[in-house]
């Protein structure tokens, strides 16, 4: 395999990622706007996005299956106009029925492209020989940034819902049709020379359990902020609305620029310390935001939340999906990315309404001590992320690295 097709699929695959955050921000961000134009009532609301991730979770464990007969890249390439063309709908359609089924649409897609999305990142890790992971998930930040300043946009300026998606939609979507010529599927790298045998059997659920709770945490710590920072700001902490709104915004820089240097660290101090750090990190940012005393301290451990949690995900996928190379191969692989991303829906289901619960029974400072003890949980998992070719900066990694494509080329 050339190493021009190992640069254009890596170039492709972080503009999908970068369409897809682009369209998840553009989705949560406007669910205001949303509610008021089809007239969900307060009560209908949470079932109706409760239903996105529980089918995102139905749609990665059908992607699973399907690419047993068919290439993960062929999935993508499907799946990611019809979430485009679903949050289109989501934003031009004309009554109860056609929302519901445009986001049932959209949560089926989704976790479709998110397994799919995965699969190839990790394919592509493993030919590449060090880590590239973080990178992908990078981009993904970049087009959530995009998306919500977008959505500021069209909210401040009083635009509807389909003038908002639709020229989104017209310009995103023939280029991810374009981009998509030039995924990379399944490739063999240095994984194949430490056991990875082709049989495509599934990895025991067993073996993919810390990977699933690092998961879960992860997700419940993100849907924590995503859904409570603004308020806890607000109602704890004091600030103006104005204000409240600033933490979320840094929480997604800092994830982008974690995302971003995320690699390095992995090529130097392995997985597992970069797994660790940003769960020690996460932790501090949870322990700071429940112990501060003013908006200044709430800021600066949202901050910290940014750079912690954002290694966690892209490091658990590519953890499990080297184990199951090792155990089954590419399709093993495969089979181990998609049941670890329906975590992904598990934690954020959870996280929002538990620190709710919680923040009601007793208090929301009480409440962002759950997260940080489950992230804390997450530091003595890491030990999992060793010995799985995480460490790809010392020598041997190096050496097994010379080799990355099915017809022998150095990347």
């Not at 592509?124 to 993904?140: C, D, E, P, T, V």
């Amino acid at each position: 395999m050339t190493d021009t097709r190992m640069r254009r699929g890596r170039a492709a695959l972080a503009f999908s990622f970068l369409v897809q955050g682009v369209a998840f921000a553009l989705l949560v961000t406007r669910i205001p706007a949303i509610q008021d134009r089809y007239g969900i009532s307060d009560a209908l609301l949470p079932a109706l996005l409760a239903a996105v991730p529980v089918l995102a979770g139905v749609g990665s464990v059908v992607t699973e299956r399907v690419v047993r007969r068919v290439a993960p890249s062929l999935v993508l390439r499907w799946a990611q106009p019809v979430v485009l063309l679903a949050l289109l709908t989501v934003g031009v359609g004309q009554g109860m029925v056609q929302v519901a089924l445009a986001l049932a649409v959209f949560g089926l897609a989704v976790g479709a492209l998110d397994a799919s999305m995965n699969m190839l990142g990790v394919s592509l890790q493993r030919a590449y020989g060090r880590s590239i992971m973080l990178g992908f998930h990078a981009a993904y930040s970049l087009g959530g940034i995009a998306g919500a300043s977008l959505a500021w946009l069209g909210a401040h300026g009083g635009w509807a819902l389909g003038v908002s998606y639709a020229p989104v939609v017209g310009v995103l979507l023939p280029l991810a049709l374009v981009g998509s010529r030039w995924y990379v599927d399944a490739v063999a790298g240095p994984a194949a020379e430490t056991g990875g045998t082709g049989n495509g059997r599934g990895v025991a659920f067993a073996v993919l359990l810390p990977f699933c709770l690092v998961m879960s945490f992860a997700y419940i710590g993100d849907s924590t902020v995503s859904n409570w920072s603004a308020k806890y700001l607000q109602d704890v902490l004091g600030s103006s609305e104005q204000t409240a709104t600033v933490p979320y915004n840094v929480y997604m820089v800092m994830t982008l620029l974690g995302r971003t240097l995320g690699d390095l660290g992995v090529r130097r101090f392995g997985a597992a310390a970069v797994v660790r750090a940003g769960a020690v990190l996460a932790a501090a940012g949870f322990a700071l935001v429940a112990g501060a005393p003013g908006v200044a301290a709430g800021m600066a451990g949202f901050t910290l939340l940014g750079l912690g949690l954002c290694v966690l995900v892209p490091q658990t996928f590519a953890a499990a999906g080297r184990i199951g190379f090792e155990k089954g191969g590419p399709a093993g692989s495969d089979a181990a990315v998609a049941r670890l991303n329906v975590f992904n829906y598990v934690g954020f289901l959870v996280g929002s309404p538990l620190v709710g619960v919680i923040g009601d029974a007793w208090s929301y400072r009480g409440a962002m001590l759950v997260p940080m003890v489950l992230v804390l949980v997450t530091v003595g998992y890491a030990r999992s992320f060793e010995g799985t070719g995480g460490r790809y900066g010392d020598g041997h990694e190096r050496a097994r690295a010379a080799d990355v494509g099915r017809d022998g080329h150095r990347l």
